[in-house]
């Protein structure tokens, strides 16, 4: 079989517009599927997770994919949405407010949104990273496509992917003028709306502009202010696109974010009997059923803004030396991120306080692409710099209603890398791939905290044995593919992946600011994926087995003595991950599809040993810590229908029916803030091409059971890894929702 040349895939992965083309959409918005055209037959599905174009089917990675046009079925907003539909992934807005984005992928993610803390699970918006889990939450406005890679993906996408990768790449503007306008109604005074335009400048130079609002009231009662969990932000992005003859291609974008909103909040579950001496007015307890309602001691909110500048130069040199084509990329990127809120981290003053965030971010990529070997040899290798500075002020209220302690953050880091991954086709049926990425990286945190009853500073930074962090890493990936048939593939993979370490942020006292090492994942994984019956039956199946190095675990306390608020980051010393993923969809005639999915996470620990807060004694406590957000099992299936109804436009009805197993929102054991499992159902009853026009009309709702269950806990014991027996709070998801959506092509 003739070897597609890297000029050809590099060409389609310069061109989303094109690129996207040959992969269509997704029907069900499954990872794995793809609408059903002409006989009913499922269409293939390009995806760049390699940082090139190729086939989904024959990419041996976990990979889930979703089309523009699936995004808009499923109704999502923000990428949380998504974890019903990718199995082992669950994701959710930050503790604190509706900024910060917590992705769990396989069991391995990072809560803590605190400057100082990266994610587990890296996002990407058109090649460029996101740094920290501040700003990863943004309105998914004008989105051609979104890859999750699941597993370590260090090689080619760096650190701080030890779980996976979210890829997204925004619609690209194309020669032709066109765009579109959706307004949207509904409960609970949702309004909102989202245009785009396309217009051709030049010959070869194109311009887009998006725009997108949403507002709705809070889901969450408060008894004393504002309801919590409401809706009022705006994103806007201008993209100019520039092919200048047939090797040289510019694209700049500017994107911008800008939220003022409520959190979710917190609702206490337990307060230790003699607490309301730290807490005036609370005692008792409470039962953790009750509906979902607050009492925040003060009013609350979440104001964000963000900006992002974007400039990707590619040029295909052609053929250099022994390869047969060479294409040059440059990703320039700065990123500024502002966060200005009240947190309820947990009531009655407890860590409350008005907060304030704000990093620069700035990156510079360099790709080297390209094909030797009359195709057989693929080639994706890079250089990557990057640096960030943060500031962070907490106005901390404990058990006060001013504040008491203000902490100070400020952090600087600096991390350049390079990498390389040869992929080389053996015959039309073998394929092996090998690569590495080599990763150096310098961090400083200068901590301070401020008193005001006593107009006192404690310099914890200067005082403590240091105030900076340097690693180095390398992080290896083979993989063995194997396609017996056209429509079949079998792969087995081999990686490693690092969480950076760094210094503990949250520390309160001196001998807490102390240095957490690199976390280590290694992982071993196989796969099968297949198209079968005439291609209308799409099975893609992975299990996998991770061992967990050094894994970073935050725990928390309160000195029983001066009811100071301790935390810190420690290394666990071992722990492995078991898990399977399957992805099915099926065409059962030309109208009519079925998909699913199904994931399985098996984790423990093999040691642990944990220092206690108050004797600093060492206790193996391997048996008694969970893993956070890892559910046994999780599920999904989708029924979707679609078929002409004659001079009334196109009919869509589409089910969609999630399962999500029981959960530990933290490590240390409180058995009343473990989340049970839940079950939601959402639908969405479309009319498209109404009488001949181009306006669809869209029907939705979500959580039509409106099943209460809740979406993250936290508690801090009196005594470290006793028993606990301090302050417990839970929060709570959404109520059931329903609304309009009115969209006109042009």
Partial sequence: MPYPTRSALFTTALNPALAFAVGASFALGQPASALAQGAGKLEEVVVSARKIAESLQQTPIAVSAYSEEALGEIGIETLTSLSAFTPNLQMQRGAGGDSSLVACMRGLCRTDDIITEEPMVGTYVDGFYIARMQGAFFDLLDVQQIEILRGPQGTLFGKNTAGGAINITTVRPTQEFGGYVVGTLG????????????????????????????????????????????????????????????????????????????????????????????????????????????????????????????????????????????????????????????????PYYLISGPLVQDYDFFTQEFQFLGTAMDGRLNIVSGIFFSADEGFYQLDQQFGSVVPNTIITLETETDTWAAYAEFSYQFNERWQASLGGRYTEEEKQVDSSLFFPATGGTLPVSELAPTNEFDTDNFSPRVTLSYQPTDSTMFYATYSIGFKSGGLNGRATQVPNFVVYDDSEITSFEVGVKSDLMDNRLRLNFAAFYQELDDWQVQVNSIDPNTFTFLTRIENAAGATMNGAELEATLVVTDAFQLSGTLGWLDPEYDTYLSQDFTTLEFIDVADLYNFQFSPEWTSSITARYEAPLGELGILLARVDWSYVDNQYFQVVPSPLIEGDSYTLLDARLELREMFDSRLTLSLWGKNLGDEEYRTGGFDVPTFGINPPDGLFTNSWANTRTWGFDLRYDF
Wanted: glycine content about 10%; overall charge negative.
């Fill in 187 to 346: 409960s609970d005074s949702l309004y909102g709306g989202k245009f785009s335009v396309n217009v051709p400048v030049t010959d070869g130079v194109a311009a887009r502009f998006s725009y997108g609002q949403h507002k709705r009231d809070g889901l969450i009662k408060n008894e004393t202010f504002s309801d919590l969990n409401d809706k009022d932000y705006q994103a806007a992005r201008f993209a100019l696109a520039a092919d200048i003859g047939e090797r040289f291609s510019a694209d700049y974008k500017v994107d911008w974010f800008d939220a003022d909103q409520t959190p979710n909040g917190w609702q206490p579950t337990l307060i230790q009997p003699g607490l309301d001496v730290v807490f005036p007015g609370v005692s008792g307890t409470s039962d953790p059923g009750l509906d979902r309602s607050v009492a925040t001691p003060e009013e609350v909110y979440d104001k964000f803004r963000q900006v992002f500048n974007g400039l990707t130069l590619a040029y295909e040199v052609g053929n250099v030396g022994a390869l047969d084509d060479l294409t040059i990329k440059s990703l320039t990127g700065y990123r500024n991120t502002e966060l200005s809120s009240f947190r309820t981290m947990v």
